[in-house]
Structures are given as C-alpha cells and as structure tokens.
C-alpha cells in the first residue's frame, strides 16, 4: 500500500530564502505526483503536477522534481515570500487509484 | 478547466442528527469523484470515489455513506452523526490531475 511521507513537518525561513520541501513514497509504481498548497481553513489549490514520465515541473517560483527510483519529490521554492507561508502536501497516485497524501509540510516565511 | 462547488461551507450539527454535503462539478463529463477528510493533526483520508452514475467505492468502512445521482453530483451522507465525524471535508475531481472544492467544515456537537 502506498505511504507518502513529508519533511519536514513544520518550517520557518526568513523572506527571501531558497527552500526545499521534501516527499517520499514507498512504490515507486506512480502515475502521478502533485504538490498542493491549503491555507488555513481552505481547500486545495493544486500547484504542479508530474506525470510518471517526467522528471520535473516548473511554474514561476517553483520548481518540483520527481525521482521514481529513490521514491522521492522535491519541491524548490525559490525567493521565499510572506505570501507563500501555507501548507504544502504531497500526494501520489498510482494507475487506477486515488491520491495519496502526506501530512503535509506547514511554511512560514516571516518577513 | 474544471471547478468544484461544495456547500456549505460550515455546518454544525448536534450528534444523532443527519448530514447532507453536496459536490457540483463544472467542466468536464464523466470525472471520477471522491471525497476526503482532514481531520484535526491528520493528514487527508480518503472515504469515496465513485467513477460513474451510481458506482461508488468505499475506502474506509464507517458512520458515512455516499451517492452519485448525476454524473457531476456527488453527495456525503450519514443517518445519525458522531462526534468523531467532525473534520474538513473536500470534493475533488480528477482530469488531468485533481481539482478540489474549497470544503466543508464540519462539527458535531
């Protein structure tokens, strides 16, 4: 059964600073990674999506990658900002089958 | 483009009492449907999916049932509430990735 995991739980950076957010799942067998960002009390926005056959996504600030073979997903943020202060989840999904998330990584950027 | 419509936004019900929380999707036709729920300290938990008009898959045996009357309606119920089922629930819809409501947060008092 697919788990994915996030490191860290919390983090806390000054603005302006590069940051990575990390991901891991247990079967590399994925159809999809998507990161997603929930502000408090809210839904998810997605942010990026990698498909299986991709190695990794871009879209302004960010930057996800996507290693199958070590199980792992990064997610770049570069030039933090107060705006970006959130909560980021990981999610996989494998042919078939619904995501699969992670607890979540809780950003804040202080300004 | 899709877009999930959820409603309520909050809701609060005394336990024993019934739950009705409806999810509308515009923009696309014969989406697969689920719905989660994040719970206090929890990461999302997946309750249903349901890929088509009255085909509905359960993840997690429990207090909540769902139905999908119309390709884009899907519904969350539940006969008789628990205080356990209190949490955010989400709608999400999946077309080239997923898509997900703004939510519903309920609590059971």
């Known amino acids: 059964k697919q788990e994915v995991t996030q490191i860290p739980a919390a983090l806390s950076v000054p603005e302006g600073e590069n940051l990575v957010l990390n991901c891991s799942f247990t079967d590399s067998a994925i159809y999809n990674l998507q990161w997603f960002r929930q502000d408090p009390g809210k839904g998810l926005t997605s942010l990026l999506l990698i498909q299986s056959s991709q190695r990794e996504q871009t879209s302004g600030r960010l930057n996800a990658s996507l290693d199958k073979s070590s199980g792992r997903s990064t997610l770049y943020i570069a030039a933090s900002q107060p705006g970006d202060s959130a909560t980021y989840l990981c999610?996989?999904?494998?042919?078939?089958?619904?995501?699969?998330f992670g607890k979540g990584t809780t950003l804040s950027v202080s300004s | 483009s899709q877009t999930i419509h959820q409603w309520p936004a909050t809701l609060v019900q005394p336990v024993g009492s019934p739950l009705s929380l409806e999810c509308t999707v515009e923009?696309?036709?014969?989406?697969?449907l689920y719905w989660y729920r994040q719970a206090a300290g929890r990461g999302l938990q997946l309750l249903f999916y349901s890929v088509g008009i009255g085909q509905i898959s359960s993840e997690v045996p429990q207090n909540l049932s769902a139905s999908r009357p119309q390709d884009r309606q899907f519904i969350l119920s539940s006969k008789k509430l628990l205080l356990s089922d209190s949490g955010f629930y989400l709608c999400?819809?999946?077309?080239?990735?997923?898509?997900f409501g703004s939510g519903t947060r309920l609590t059971v008092v």
């Open positions: 999610a996989a999904n494998q042919a078939g089958t619904a995501l699969i």
């Open positions: 999400a819809s999946r077309w080239n990735g997923y898509t």
């Open positions: 923009g696309t036709s014969n989406p697969n």
